[in-house]
């Protein structure tokens, strides 16, 4: 896979004429050389439902004189830099427009205006599922593709005529959704499968990938209908900065190569004029580097078809750095001591903000309290070998069925150890524990908020009871628990006709059971701490989990004085012999309204590093600058020290025979 790709956006209205016009292939192999790209996507037919070369399948865009998508492939060939093949799948416009009994039809009609501005959603359980294969027949027939970029897919919930007639037709009432869910699923693989037909006719085994904006955990089979991955994930465009490593550190282990998808705009797709400040960019690669991951940057092409070099020049400052890095990137895979079983994965996300909130807050509030402790983790599925990690985390709400209470108890007889939060733990079907967690179920705790009260002093904060936000279960001690801290009552919960002060009620200082207790089996804490952190980020949470998982795990395999702004992965590159070691820092700050910017970096120096491998290293440097760094090794505890982390170092640290 192409380390240094452009997502070209084109989605180009009838309105406008002269497409492409200021089109020149010098032009633009100038600019893929500013960029240092070496890989673009370019586009067959946009959301608008035009096609930028002559079409039988489609119609040729009313503006275009001559062969745009040709004259690029042409231009990016000749420097060696491939071009896969974008088409709009789930929007056509121009489709959308004479064919309205195709539009994705909602249960429930939404109170939107019908003439806002926008494109309208097409289901592909209608004829228009033919007329996208024979585009795409068209485009592989005609063109020397490198790949097939389908975008705006997934699995949709639909009424429209064609889904409520099969539906009907095979005894399914459609007002029953959970009978409508396999209609549904079945649509999407349908249309997955005859799209590698189509391809496979003309090009077998061009790779395809079908964009949904969201590689959804514990959908392996979803996944695997895609021959790679492109994690879209724009820090600015709705994603934020917590959705790309959560996104990142489940696609790694599933072995598929995969990219990181970023954009060049402040805000994200489709603003002309906008653009973030190179450090933005440059962080944002290196962090697809640290994860495993390729990159790719969303740029839009002007419609007159000049690319913008004020764009290349920015990709540039980005793409040059990975230009000299994705040696010690390539086939690597993630070294990791704790799993986090995502509540998406685990199919809870329903109660946790549900698909469309892409991260979920129990998930997301765990991968940041991972990266800001600087622990190394994966994201699991119910599928995942959990014995390939030391400590297992159950966020907040993984409630537990037969095959997983099998599978967690193989995982504990073989010596891992779980950190379970809130619900999870609990039966599925059932009240009382699943597991032995030392804990006795006593129902949901009454109060909330409510306080924490640990018995040993938080990093910063020392001793204290502390509030805690979010939903909690009430919990007795039985034989096998150790209490680590207590719940502590309010006086009563804050109500209309009882209430205290501007916020919530004071701690009454009564003990209202244990808050953390830890057994034979692992770590297990009453409330749902993830879920607060993502919506509280309060230090005390993130200090009581760290504590926990501390105890859990006495000999990680990384420890480094990189502070919470830092990030750090650990990466493997068997077939050199090395581990790669990537830092990061850098903090986003809130500016505008929700809109995350990366604007300064300062440098961090003296950075210790304490590592734990089998391997007796021969040699460290820092990379990519090859400067050979000082190391001691003492059995299997590695130290060093990265004198300077400006964005992004990584270490180099070689096992093998010298070559
Ligand atoms: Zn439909």
Not at 70 to 82: F, L, P, S
Not at 201 to 212: D, K
Not at 517 to 545: M, P, Q
Request: glycine share 10%; with cysteine; proline share 5%.
């Amino acid at each position: 896979m192409r380390f240094r790709q452009v997502h070209l956006d084109f989605h180009t209205s009838e309105a406008i004429d002269r497409i492409g016009s200021q089109f020149e292939k010098e032009q633009f192999q100038q600019m893929l050389k500013l960029g240092h790209v070496d890989s673009i996507t370019v586009f067959s037919k946009c959301h608008h439902g035009w096609a930028y070369h002559p079409s039988e399948a489609n119609k040729i865009h009313p503006g275009l004189s001559f062969d745009l998508l040709g004259a690029m492939i042409e231009a990016a060939r000749e420097i060696d830099v491939k071009t896969p093949v974008y088409l709009s799948a789930g929007f056509d416009e121009r489709l959308a427009v004479s064919h309205p009994e195709w539009w994705v039809r909602p249960r429930y009609g939404g109170s939107e205006d019908l003439f806002r501005p926008g494109y309208h959603l097409l289901c592909l359980n209608t004829p228009y599922l033919d007329i996208l294969l024979s585009q795409i027949a068209e485009v592989v027939r005609n063109y020397d593709a490198d790949g097939i970029f389908l975008d705006i897919v997934g699995v949709r919930e639909c009424y429209c005529a064609s889904c409520v007639a099969e539906a009907r037709a095979e005894g399914i009432d459609p007002r029953d959704t959970d009978g409508m869910k396999p209609l549904w699923e079945r649509t999407y693989a349908n249309y997955t499968r005859r799209v590698r037909e189509t391809v496979d006719a003309h090009a077998p085994g061009l790779p395809v990938f079908h964009n949904g904006g969201h590689i959804r955990r514990g959908r392996r089979d979803l996944a695997g209908m895609n021959t790679h991955l492109e994690l879209e994930s724009l820090p600015t465009g709705g994603w934020g900065y917590d959705h790309f490593p959560l996104s990142a550190r489940y696609a790694q282990p599933l072995g598929t190569p995969f990219l990181g998808m970023t954009g060049k705009f402040h805000t994200t797709w489709g603003e002309f004029g906008g653009y973030k400040h190179p450090n933005a960019l440059r962080y944002e690669t290196a962090l697809s580097l640290a994860h495993g991951a390729a990159c790719s940057i969303g740029d839009q092409l002007h419609p007159l078809g000049r690319m913008d070099e004020a764009t290349y020049r920015l990709i540039g400052s980005a793409y040059a750095e990975v230009e000299e890095k994705e040696e010690w990137c390539r086939d690597t895979v993630n070294v990791a001591d704790v799993a986090l079983l995502s509540v998406e994965a685990a199919g809870a996300h329903a109660a946790d903000g549900g698909h469309d909130s892409f991260t979920g807050q129990a998930d997301a509030g765990a991968v940041r309290m991972l990266t800001e402790g600087n622990i190394l983790f994966d994201v699991v599925d119910l599928e995942s070998d959990f014995d390939a990690y030391r400590v297992l985390i159950l966020p907040d709400r993984i409630r537990i069925d037969e095959p997983l209470r099998a599978k967690l108890s193989a995982f504990l007889a073989r010596g891992g150890r779980l950190l379970a939060t809130g619900e999870s733990g609990l039966h599925a079907d059932r009240g009382g524990f699943a597991l032995d967690l030392g804990v006795r179920h006593a129902g949901a705790n009454p109060y909330r908020p409510d306080y924490y009260h640990p018995l040993h002093p938080l990093a910063s904060l020392g001793e204290a009871a502390f509030v805690f936000y979010a939903e909690g279960q009430r919990v007795e001690l039985t034989e096998t628990g150790t209490e680590l801290g207590r719940r502590e009552d309010p006086f009563f919960n804050r109500d209309a006709f009882a209430f205290c002060s501007h916020q919530h009620t004071p701690n009454s200082g009564k003990d209202g059971g244990p808050g953390m207790v830890e057994s034979r089996n692992g770590i297990y804490i009453a409330w749902n701490v993830f879920e607060d952190y993502a919506v509280k980020g309060s230090l005390a949470l993130k200090e009581t989990v760290l504590y926990a998982l501390n105890r859990l795990l006495p000999e990680p395999t990384l420890r480094t004085s990189l502070k919470a702004q830092g990030a750090v992965t650990l990466q493997k590159q068997a077939s050199k012999s090395r581990y790669v070691q990537h830092a990061l820092y850098a903090s986003p700050v809130k500016r505008g309204a929700g809109v995350e910017v990366i604007e300064d970096i300062l440098p961090v120096y003296q950075v210790s590093m304490e590592l734990r491998i089998p391997e007796t290293i021969r040699a460290a440097y820092l990379a990519p600058q090859r400067k050979p760094l000082d190391f001691k090794q003492d059995g299997e505890r590695l130290t060093y020290v990265i004198p300077e982390l400006e964005c992004h170092q990584m270490v180099v640290l070689e096992y093998g025979e010298s070559q």
